[in-house]
């Protein structure tokens, strides 16, 4: 399956954002699906994550009530609704799949990667 991010760009406080993730190649529907994140000199870190059917969303607390991570499976697309952005939330944000319906929040459970979209929140 090959991922590919979008939606990023520069936004000020309190502006919204959306990102897809399109996926091609194998069914991408069995898989579940999860959004990381890099900012400048941190490691990458979870932010949210869905079942293939859509039924279970979890997030990192630092997004909880103003990120909403949904799919289209139908279109082969993960969504990452942003609200409220802060500066803090700049980073590189990746999508990942993980050949399972188990969610996790660690990168070493993801079998494969999208390229990354580049979000950027200005005070």
């Known amino acids: 399956v090959q991922l590919q991010a979008s939606g990023g760009g520069l936004v000020q406080a309190g502006g919204s954002l959306r990102l897809s993730c399109v996926a091609s190649?194998?069914?991408?529907?069995?898989?579940?699906v999860g959004w990381f994140r890099q900012g400048p000199g941190k490691e990458r870190e979870f932010v949210a994550a869905?079942?293939?059917?859509?039924?279970?969303?979890i997030y990192a607390d630092s997004v909880k009530g103003r990120f909403t991570i949904s799919r289209d499976n139908a279109k082969a697309t993960v969504y990452l609704q942003m609200n409220s952005l802060k500066p803090e939330d700049t980073a590189v944000y990746y999508c990942?799949?993980?050949?399972?319906?188990?969610?996790?929040?660690?990168?070493?459970?993801?079998?494969?990667w999208g390229q990354g979209t580049l979000v950027t929140v200005s005070s």
């Open positions: 990942a799949g993980r050949r399972s319906n188990y969610i996790a929040k660690t990168v070493d459970s993801y079998d494969y």
């Open positions: 190649g194998r069914t991408f529907s069995s898989d579940a």
């Open positions: 869905i079942t293939r059917s859509g039924s279970v969303t």
